[in-house]
């Protein structure tokens, strides 16, 4: 399936008959989720981020991200206009173990899970496959270029991941809205193609 460019619609339109697709953004700690859906989203993207402190150091591992100070603590909302019927809302989810029940509630409803990766903590996104793959949601895998990260090829990634021949796997610039917008249809294209009779 070919989609148009996205034109933006005003902000408080929609079309009638537009198709809505719940879309989840998931991913570990730190990978760029919030970063994602600033990007990509039409409308004025919606955070609920809170400050760290030293106390959520204990619990979240900030090996390889030493500069972060500010983590998502409910959810991440945007939305996005693939053509003139079919619209996906965001939701960006944390991506700590001790939000799971927050994943589960995020996840319910959606159609589909683009999940980021980062090169240089890979070991630390199977949790959040595990929960992906338990909710028996189709999703695609982008890897979110860092800068200094290690660059492996992308079948390199496919196989430390242990992902399946047909899933999704891109890379990307979550500071890119063209190249977030990619990774949105590519997923949105094979949601649509496993399961067409459940979203028309």
């Known amino acids: 399936m070919d989609f148009e460019e996205p ?7 929609l079309p009638r008959d537009a198709l809505m697709i719940k879309t989840v953004i998931a991913g570990p700690f730190a990978v760029g989720k919030t970063t994602f859906v600033s990007a990509v989203s039409e409308t004025r993207s919606l955070h609920t981020e809170e400050r760290m402190t030293e106390a959520g150091a204990l619990i979240d591992d900030l090996a390889g991200v030493n500069e972060k100070t500010a983590t998502t603590v409910g959810t991440d909302f945007g939305r996005l206009t693939l053509d003139s019927h079919l619209v996906l809302y965001l939701f960006g989810s944390p991506g700590q173990r001790r939000f799971r029940l927050l994943w589960e509630d ?44 290690p660059e492996h090829s992308l079948e390199d990634v496919r196989r430390s991941l242990d992902l399946s021949a047909d899933t999704p ?28 009779m459940e979203v028309t």
């Open 7 to 13: 034109s933006p619609p005003p902000v408080d339109y």
């Open 106 to 149: 995020i996840a319910r409803g959606a159609l589909g899970v683009l999940v980021l990766v980062d090169t240089r903590r890979l070991d630390s996104a199977f949790e959040v496959m595990d929960m992906v793959e338990d909710s028996g949601l189709p999703y695609a895998v982008a890897v979110n270029r860092f800068p200094g990260a």
């Open 169 to 196: 796997l891109l890379s990307l610039d979550a500071r890119s809205k063209d190249e977030c917008l990619d990774a949105l249809i590519a997923l949105t294209e094979y949601v649509l193609d496993r399961s067409p």
